[in-house]
């Protein structure tokens, strides 16, 4: 094997610029674009969706991105890489279906089995989710679309109550509903559709899922499936190295490993450490015109690597304590702040390092065009992180 190539974190920086669409020059014309150059939209908090796309757009409207959601329904909301919501283009679904999804469904299945019978609901946990999960999906069919509300109403058995955290502070208890919507979802057998309320709403409706592949057409197989997933992702955050991978997806590093070597991945050296891209992927990336960018929490550019120092993302104060990361500020593929939008409106900007005076500038003027976008929309983090809370004060 011929000596691997050297890619500097300049270049990498080069690349997020490009491929993920945030220089001027790069950016999309449609949301679709937009989700296919990051692989997959965060979708945990819902503002990320709409942000997040809005920051790549060229004539970004929420009513597109809407549209593309729940009316085309070319974008699907489902529960993908480390057991987290994720909105990706129509043809992945099955992908991720079948290289995430499956493996956690299964996981949780067995988990909510055992506390199903734990907490006294039923003696057999798994039968008891086999069998409201099938009344509640023929409930579904019936309305054709519905929240879980009026599915509880519907199916009495969603209305069983656990109890958690006994003689704790945070003790309660909770319905069934979520669970058993959740592992019809990861089945394949129900999505995600348009929510109660406004675009920052994650009460969700449902809806019988699709067909996801042709008739008569057999499911894609873990490794195959793993494989496709693993070639996209490099194709948008390559060269990133194998733990990078496994921590993006939730795999473990064998599984990973396995899907690089079905991808053909090359290896290329990241200052001393083992980096992959595309076999085809090998050439030189020239930096795009300087670029700015006010991106969400949990945007997917941000939370794409496991190892962040090259684009600056490893200040502690971006975090929350479960890791999650604030809405970030980005200059050339460098994170250099944070931004919180205050209660007036106003898009208020944290810088964390001397970005210069022109793109200090850019970055005001971004702020101002990002807060007149939102209009009356008022956007709040749902893992507040401390930086976001000295902005806020």
């Known amino acids: 094997m011929n000596a691997c190539r050297s890619i500097s974190d300049e270049e990498r920086r080069a690349r997020i610029g490009v491929r993920h669409r945030l220089a001027p020059a790069h950016g999309a014309t449609h949301v679709c674009e937009v989700a296919e150059s990051l692989a997959a939209l965060h979708s945990t908090d819902p503002a990320s969706v709409f942000l997040s796309a809005a920051a790549r757009m060229h004539d970004p409207t929420i009513e597109a991105i809407e549209r593309a959601l729940y009316e085309d329904r070319s974008l699907v909301r489902i529960l993908g890489m480390r057991r987290t919501l994720f909105v990706v283009p129509l043809e992945l679904v099955p992908v991720v279906h079948a290289a995430c999804t499956r493996a956690i469904a299964a996981i949780q299945r067995r988990r909510y089995a055992g506390l199903i019978e734990e907490g006294g609901i039923a003696g057999d946990g798994a039968a008891w989710l086999e069998r409201v999960g099938d009344a509640t999906l023929a409930a579904l069919e019936r309305r054709g679309e519905a929240f879980g509300a009026e599915l509880s109403a519907d199916v009495p058995e969603l209305r069983s109550q656990l109890s958690y955290g006994e003689g704790k502070k945070w003790a309660g208890t909770m319905s069934m509903t979520t669970w058993v919507l959740t592992l019809l979802a990861a089945d394949e057998r129900i999505v995600r559709g348009r929510p109660r309320g406004s675009w920052l709403s994650s009460q969700y409706s449902w809806s019988p899922a699709p067909r996801w592949h042709d008739e008569g057409e057999a499911p894609l197989d873990t490794a195959t499936a793993q494989a496709e997933l693993a070639g996209r992702w490099l194709a948008s955050f390559g060269p990133a190295t194998l733990a990078d991978l496994a921590w993006w997806t ?132 749902r893992f507040r992180t401390p930086i976001e809370r000295e902005l806020l004060a």
């Open 250 to 381: 939730g795999w473990t590093k064998a599984a990973a490993s396995a899907a690089l070597a079905a991808v053909g991945a090359v290896e290329v050296d990241l200052a001393g450490t083992t980096g992959y891209v595309l076999p085809d992927d090998a050439e030189p990336q020239a930096a795009p015109e300087p670029w700015v960018a006010l991106l969400p929490a949990l945007d997917s550019t941000a939370m794409g690597w496991t190892d962040r120092a090259f684009y600056g993302a490893d200040d502690k104060v971006l975090y929350d304590r479960s890791g999650n990361i604030a809405p970030t500020v980005w200059s050339d593929g460098r994170v250099v702040g944070c931004w919180a939008q205050r209660a007036d409106g106003e898009v208020a900007v944290r810088l964390l390092v001397d970005t210069g005076r022109e793109a200090a500038a850019a970055i005001d003027e971004a702020a101002a065009r990002l807060g007149k976008w939102l209009g009356p929309a008022r956007v709040k983090s």
